[in-house]
């Protein structure tokens, strides 16, 4: 099943920022097929990652959309984000949750 067609760009995407992703994947090497293969791969990323606490020790700053699956099912929406992040990230520089 396949995301349906925005009607219209949001207002913080222009036409023109997404030509240049575009360029940009598609003089990739790989594309983004090394960004989705990670989620191929679950086992292997947790033995190789093992020894990290899970926490962001770096200053962090979280954008998503409120729509995203991820956002869904792991914060329970937008309004679970912020605190989520909070448990996991020592220096939280902010949050933005924007729509769609």
């Not at 090394?34 to 606490?53: A, C, Q, S, W």
């Not at 329970?76 to 949750?97: D, H, N, Y």
Request: proline content about 8%; overall charge negative; charged content about 25%.
């Amino acid at each position: 099943r396949r995301l349906p067609r925005p009607k219209a760009f949001p207002e913080w995407l222009t036409e023109e920022d997404l030509d240049t992703y575009v360029k940009e994947f598609q003089g990739a090497e790989l594309g983004f097929g090394g960004g989705m293969r990670y989620y191929r791969v679950p086992d292997m990323n947790f033995e190789i990652t093992k020894h990290l606490d899970g926490r962001v020790k770096v200053p962090a700053y979280f954008i998503g959309g409120a729509d995203d699956m991820v956002i869904q099912q792991f914060a329970g929406g937008p309004e679970g984000v912020r605190p989520l992040l909070e448990k996991v990230c020592e220096q939280l520089v902010g949050s933005v949750v924007l729509p769609g």
